[in-house]
């Protein structure tokens, strides 16, 4: 049974134009740790929740009547996480999180929950969760440790391109069209900051294929009005070592699908 | 290992032949080599519809070499091609303008950089290495490097695609620093036309050189790659120039006698000079010496009679083998380079790089050592 809650402490985003984002309990919460105050600590989403946060502001600043925000929600995808609602209410108010609103689902009805909710990005430590949304037409993304060090003053989002990647057997037209979408709203937002000093970058990096398949990818996202910052073609150099000058906060790949770290 | 041939400057410079083979050569074994065994690539070839080019192909994901096997030389757009008039637009009209001309003018290429030949000749040793060791990753290995919002990256790709050169890695960092991504890819030189950039690099370890535009360029070969370096504060460390400055010539000659058998400390461009003679190696192995495709030069001030040989001695010690070591005993290097007809000259003097350029040779300048307080470039552009 799943509930819905809204955090009283902050204010509420604009149904139409919000970007949802939900995040993980257990990305945003260190669950192991949970001190005797009954107030849980902050796990690897916190950079990125500061940084969603610092995009709102400039947001603002650009334009105080501004409606199309980032709204983050909390879900819960286990029924355990579920029964500790109160809990998981008083360490976000307590850690000041600019969370809107609780979900509290568990592992059966979670991916409900997100199309009810109008999710549009969600973000998850576990494999299995992103994969089983990306799957329910819902982009997704991993976090990790490396998220924990994130800058927290720019919006660092990667998107990988890897021609050898399979599309995935369930990679639907729903799937690509929602992961579009999704894009071509970060386009918009980041239209409304300027080439220097933007809250919010957009890197595409091309792992495999030559600079041709890069020269599309600049063109298909700009055909979705996603205006790149900075490109990287690796030509099958390892990955490794460009994502960890990128520090990204998190990483999209084509069709949104599970991507290894 | 004996250093061979050395020539003995005495006011006689001796011809060098240089004939650039026809176009139709070089290209022909290029694009031979093309013919892949289809089995072998992933992906379909495909043709570039550029008119009046012969189609280019373009090779499966595992024909990238690894990047600690390769060569790599960092290149950035701003030498590789001519980008002036796009700079004027940008110092002028501010960035906004700038990026919506480029994108206006996507489908214009760039004209070719002082660093085009340089890069061309490259791929023409690339060519030749393919055919002695087809299943090598020790080939020199193309990243184009720009600050250059990604924007701009479609202009440079169709750019590339033009002048048929094959650079399929690329960082377009959409301003910030690239030193980062030079030492992912395991950079062995770096060529921008920014000196700061360069002057980072250098500090980080990365071999680097700063360009210039050219009014003039003298042609070069296009099947032999020609790289010629100046001594100190290039190969060598700057020990010996600092005593030099310092107390003058008469106590420079002293220190080097004195220290005749004490080897030089290296400089930031010894890596380099490494790198080449590895795959100069792999001709040798060939039977290839006395048609090898790189050739390598010491251009010095120093006299072979006497300060030279410190130098000498300690190339051999670090058992790097220059092809010509030319000893212009404090001669000016402008009339020797311009028989030489390097594709690139490194040096660390301005005064010396705006001479080999005003004789049309690429020159490209090491912001490195003591002779760095003493510099300003008079003629040449340079800089952001």
Known sequence: ?261 | MSLDPIQVMSGQVKELKVSPSSNGDTRGSWEEKEEFDPNQLDLTTKSKPVTGRRARKVEGAMFFPKPENAVTVAVSSRVLFRTEREQKVFEQKGVEEYLRYQIEHENEPFAPGPAFPFVKALEAVNARLRELYPQSEELFDIVLVTYNHAHVGIRLINTINHHNLFIERFCMTGGSSPIGYLKAWHTNLYLSADAEKVREALAEGIAAATMFMMEKVSEVSESQLRVAFDGDAVLFSDESERIFKTHGLDKFFEHERENEDILLDHGPLKGFLEALGKLQKKFYAKGQRLNCPIRTYLVTARSAASSGIRALKTLRAWGLEIDEALFLAGAPKGPMLEKIRPHIYFDDQMFHIEGAAEMGTVAAHVPYGIAQKHNSPQTLSGGK
């Not at chain 1, 059966?108 to 109008?118: G, K, Q, R, V, Y």
């Not at chain 1, 992103?130 to 989002?157: E, H, I, M, Y």
């Not at chain 1, 970058?201 to 996202?221: M, N």
């Not at chain 1, 996603?226 to 906060?249: F, K, N, T």
């Open chain 1, 1 to 261: 049974m799943v509930s819905t809650v809204q955090n009283s402490d902050v204010k509420q985003k604009d149904e139409d134009q919000a970007v949802v984002v939900a995040v993980t309990f257990a990305a945003v919460f260190d669950a192991e740790a949970e001190d005797d105050r009954d107030v849980y600590r902050l796990g690897v989403a916190l950079p990125l929740l500061q940084v969603l946060q610092r995009v709102n502001e400039r947001l603002l600043e650009e334009n105080p009547v501004e409606h199309q925000l980032f709204d983050i929600i909390l879900i819960t995808t286990e029924t355990r996480q579920q029964q500790q609602s109160s809990s998981i209410i008083n360490s976000t108010r307590h850690h000041g999180l600019e969370v809107g609103r609780f979900c509290f689902s568990s592992e059966d009805d979670f991916i409900e929950s997100l199309a009810h909710n109008n999710v549009q990005l969600f973000l998850t430590t576990d494999g299995n969760e992103a994969l089983q949304a990306t799957q329910q037409g819902v982009p997704s993304a991993l976090l990790d440790k490396n998220s924990a060090s994130c800058p927290s003053d720019q919006l660092r989002v990667v998107l990988c391109q890897d021609a050898t990647i399979q599309p995935n057997a369930d990679s639907s037209g729903a799937s690509k069209k929602s992961a579009q979408s999704f894009l071509t709203l970060l386009g918009q937002i980041r239209q409304k900051f300027g080439m220097f000093n933007s809250p919010l970058c957009f890197t595409i990096v091309t792992s495999c294929g030559g600079k041709d398949s890069c020269c599309s990818a600049l063109k298909s996202l700009r055909s979705l009005g996603v205006s790149v910052d900075e490109a990287y073609c690796l030509g099958g150099a390892p990955r490794g070592p460009i994502l960890s000058i990128l520090r990204p906060h998190f990483l999209l790949s084509d069709g949104f699908s599970q991507l290894e770290g």
